[in-house]
């Protein structure tokens, strides 16, 4: 899942080409979004802390990413540690019912664990992914 | 604490009547086989009303505007009445009903309003994500409570879970939730893999958009706020960092606001919501368990 691997193409390698046309992509688009906010923030002062908000995700991402921080230029971190960086299968699981139009479908996977989040009182135990 | 904001409407556009609770109306009657799917048109939520209308008779698509970079909701429109023309049967009620409603207001009050605060509090702009995906759900259950609708469900799927959203620890706290609210919340493809949903949908002839990476571009709404937090991952296969530990504290912080948000909307319809939520359980009850969704 996203805490463990976070996302299915975490940390699969990426060429240094891509990497740049990415940083540009990166910095264009957070860039042009940091003048329309800044625009949009003087004709309505609400959008301010919307501003910031974008302006303090960017720079944190921004010195991230020149770390090169998580991210697997030219395989330097090594093949992702699970394959096609898939998560471990968590043996406790709760039911998955997958279904298609027109028949019944096995589940994927094995079953997939319920996590166990802070409960409140007398909350019986839940299949997290339940069928509808 | 300040009394939360009601919008005197918040929707946008329909297809069916959005409301069938008021004062004078007395309780929905909550129908038998039907159920709501937060809807965007892509390809996961796409397969998934295919699916539904095989086993339930009437799906209730609900798609929200968030009023921040949200736009193109022209295409979710365009995939509501292809469902429709290949899926109803000509000459009889469409399957699928349609609203457009605004999550403006709400989200507004969960996180925007809030959300240097908040940054400062969680690290992470998996806030904003969250927080709009909250007044979603939130909206969708008014929506469930308002029409009798039993199940709800969305279109999360594990070939997506680098999404907040749609990681397990938000989809069970979002269960939860719902669970309050007397409505069955599931996701029935969230291991159904996106090849599969994608050949569902080839079969049909629907519009697959234009494929880049993996991603099917311009058949549902586009977020910018979206694009630009998850385009480290996209384009440099960055690890999203999602600390399941807040993000569930983060939930729980903010479904009090929800909550507080429902109570104040079924006031303003001069509504008793315990006396709805008991009627509700009384009629789930005589109506029986929940019934799977498995193919006949």
């Not at chain 2, 209308?53 to 799906?59: A, N, Q």
């Not at chain 2, 049967?89 to 240097?116: M, R, W």
């Not at chain 2, 994608?198 to 586009?222: A, F, S």
Request: net charge positive.
């Amino acid at each position: 899942m996203a805490n463990c691997c976070g996302g299915k193409n975490a940390g699969k390698p990426i060429s240094w080409g891509r990497y740049a046309a990415g940083l540009g992509v990166f910095v264009g688009y957070h860039g042009a979004m940091r003048v329309l906010l800044e625009a949009a923030s003087r004709v309505s002062p609400d959008l301010k802390k919307v501003r910031d908000f974008h302006k303090s995700v960017f720079e944190t991402e921004l010195k991230e990413v020149l770390r090169l921080e998580d991210i697997n230029v030219n395989g330097r971190l090594g093949a992702p540690s699970t394959p096609e960086g898939a998560c471990e299968v968590n043996p406790r699981l709760g039911e998955v019912v997958a279904v298609r139009a027109g028949e019944a479908m096995a589940p994927r996977a094995e079953p997939r664990p319920a996590p166990t989040p802070k409960r409140r009182k007398g909350r019986p135990p839940l299949g997290v992914v339940s069928p509808v | 604490m300040t009394t939360p904001y009601i919008p005197a409407s918040d929707v946008l556009s329909s297809t069916g009547k959005t409301s069938r609770i008021g004062s004078s109306a007395g309780f929905p009657a909550v129908e038998p086989n039907s159920i709501a799917l937060m809807f965007s048109g892509g390809i996961d939520s796409t397969a998934l009303a295919i699916t539904l209308s095989d086993h339930y008779d009437r799906v209730h698509l609900v798609t929200y505007k968030n009023g921040y970079g949200h736009y193109y909701h022209h295409r979710t429109e365009a995939r509501v009445a292809e469902l429709n023309e290949k899926l109803s049967t000509p000459g009889g009620p469409p399957k699928f009903t349609h609203a457009v409603i605004s999550t403006k207001d709400y989200f507004d009050q969960i996180v925007v309003n809030s959300v240097l605060e908040d940054y400062k509090q969680y690290r992470s702009g998996f806030i904003w994500f969250m927080g709009c995906k909250m007044a979603m759900h939130m909206r969708s259950a008014l929506y469930c409570l308002e029409n009798g609708v039993r199940f709800m469900t969305d279109g999360s799927n594990v070939d997506t879970e680098e999404m907040v959203e749609q990681m397990l620890i938000s989809l069970t706290l979002i269960h939860h939730f719902y669970d309050d609210l007397t409505v069955e919340f599931g996701t029935p493809v969230y291991n159904v893999r996106r090849a599969e949903s994608k050949e569902l949908i080839r079969q049909y002839g629907l519009n697959m958009g234009y494929e880049v990476m993996d991603r099917h571009l311009c058949i549902q709404p586009t977020c910018l706020a979206g694009e630009l937090y998850y385009m480290p991952y996209l384009l440099f296969n960055k690890r999203v960092k999602h600390d399941e530990a807040e993000v569930a504290r983060f939930i729980e912080q903010k479904a009090e606001i929800c909550n507080r948000i429902v109570g104040e909307y079924f006031k303003r319809k001069s509504v008793d919501l315990g006396a709805l939520l008991n009627d509700r359980r009384a009629q789930m009850t005589a109506l029986g368990p929940r019934r799977a969704l498995v193919a006949a």
